[in-house]
């Protein structure tokens, strides 16, 4: 199986919409899907982000904070997740429960093994 990083890319800002109930629902389902993700075998790892941070930029390596919430999208999280094709973990992606939300983006990326590069 090939391994696939899924970054989970969220409208901050629609945080501010959530009650906590409805924050807690969406953990649980989370939990859920990574518990049948876990069953199917395709769960390699996973956790959410901090929305604070910090960006180091170029050669002159400019420090700045970051991200920031007026950038409208930011990485929330993320997954790695294991499928035999590119095409079977995106049909493994559609079931994230972060688009349920619809404040949310899912870019998909498979992970290169250092002899593949």
Same mark, same amino acid.
């Given at each position: 199986?090939?391994?696939?990083?899924?970054? !989970?890319?969220?409208?901050?800002?629609?945080?501010?919409?959530?009650?906590?109930?409805?924050?807690?629902?969406? !953990? &649980? =389902?989370?939990?859920?899907?990574?518990? $049948?993700?876990? =069953?199917? #075998?395709?769960? $390699?790892? #996973?956790?959410?982000?901090?929305?604070?941070?910090?960006? !180091?930029? #170029?050669?002159?390596?400019?420090?700045?904070?970051?991200?920031?919430?007026?950038?409208? *999208?930011?990485?929330?999280?993320?997954?790695?997740?294991? =499928?035999?094709?590119?095409? &079977?973990?995106? &049909?493994? =992606?559609? #079931?994230?429960?972060?688009?349920?939300?619809?404040?949310?983006?899912?870019?998909?990326? *498979?992970?290169?093994?250092?002899?593949?590069?």
């Amino acid at each position: 199986m090939k391994e696939y990083l899924l970054l !989970i890319r969220e409208d901050f800002s629609a945080y501010g919409n959530i009650t906590p109930e409805e924050m807690q629902k969406s !953990i &649980e =389902a989370h939990m859920h899907w990574v518990e $049948k993700l876990v =069953a199917s #075998g395709n769960f $390699k790892g #996973g956790d959410p982000l901090s929305p604070e941070g910090k960006i !180091i930029k #170029g050669r002159d390596m400019l420090i700045t904070d970051g991200p920031f919430i007026e950038l409208k *999208e930011s990485i929330s999280g993320y997954y790695f997740l294991l =499928a035999n094709s590119l095409a &079977e973990v995106m &049909e493994i =992606a559609k #079931g994230c429960p972060s688009l349920l939300m619809d404040n949310a983006t899912i870019e998909v990326r *498979e992970v290169l093994q250092s002899e593949e590069i």
